[in-house]
């Protein structure tokens, strides 16, 4: 792949600490529904955050399958209907899989742009899935969640990557 000018050169992300973060994402997640926040409708989703960027700095380790198992996680946590979250998040992983090329060449904060509409098409599934089983509309504080959710893209971003950036002062044995 040709690099932009300027862009860092990054080590090769490790397995492990793409699984950790995932599941480290997913406990958040968990957290948060168990909290004071109780299933807020506004609030973000950070394992879509996580999926979604692995999905897009990493395609072939984290896509589709993975998105559809901790899908299923979600349900069984928050006790919903089955497959709604797994749904969302199978979506997630296609659409991130489909940009990760043209989204890496853009700045983080227009990287944030364009993938919010991905969590919005996201959270409308959700929402539509949970109606179509009789569930009640949650009130427009369901259209923050995606919203906030793509404003931490820049967080994730400095903080998902920081594993894999060089050091600034190169070994003079190093060639790179």
């Known amino acids: 792949m040709i690099m932009r000018p300027g862009k860092p050169l990054l080590l090769p992300a490790s397995p492990l600490f793409i699984w950790v973060s995932l599941l480290l994402a997913l406990m958040l997640n968990m957290l948060?529904?168990?909290?004071?926040?109780?299933?807020?409708?506004?609030?973000?989703?950070?394992?879509?955050?996580?999926?979604?960027?692995?999905?897009?700095?990493?395609?072939?380790?984290?896509?589709?399958?993975?998105?559809?198992?901790?899908?299923?996680?979600?349900?069984?946590?928050?006790?919903?209907?089955?497959?709604?979250?797994?749904?969302?998040?199978?979506?997630?992983?296609?659409?991130?899989?489909?940009?990760?090329?043209?989204?890496?060449?853009?700045?983080?904060?227009?990287?944030?742009?364009?993938?919010?509409?991905?969590?919005?098409?996201?959270?409308?599934?959700?929402?539509?899935v949970r109606l179509m089983a009789g569930g009640q509309l949650p009130g427009w504080s369901v259209a923050l969640a995606p919203v906030l959710t793509a404003a931490l893209w820049p967080v994730a971003g400095m903080v998902l990557l920081a594993p894999q950036r060089r050091a600034h002062d190169p070994d003079d044995n190093r060639p790179l």
Request: hydrophobic letters at 60%.
């Open 32 to 128: 948060l529904n168990m909290g004071g926040l109780g299933r807020a409708a506004w609030a973000p989703d950070l394992l879509a955050l996580a999926l979604v960027f692995w999905g897009v700095h990493q395609p072939l380790r984290v896509g589709v399958g993975l998105s559809f198992a901790f899908g299923l996680a979600m349900d069984i946590h928050q006790t919903t209907l089955l497959g709604q979250h797994a749904l969302a998040y199978t979506a997630l992983g296609y659409m991130a899989a489909s940009i990760h090329r043209r989204l890496l060449w853009f700045p983080v904060m227009v990287q944030a742009v364009h993938v919010l509409p991905i969590f919005m098409v996201a959270q409308i599934l959700v929402t539509v």
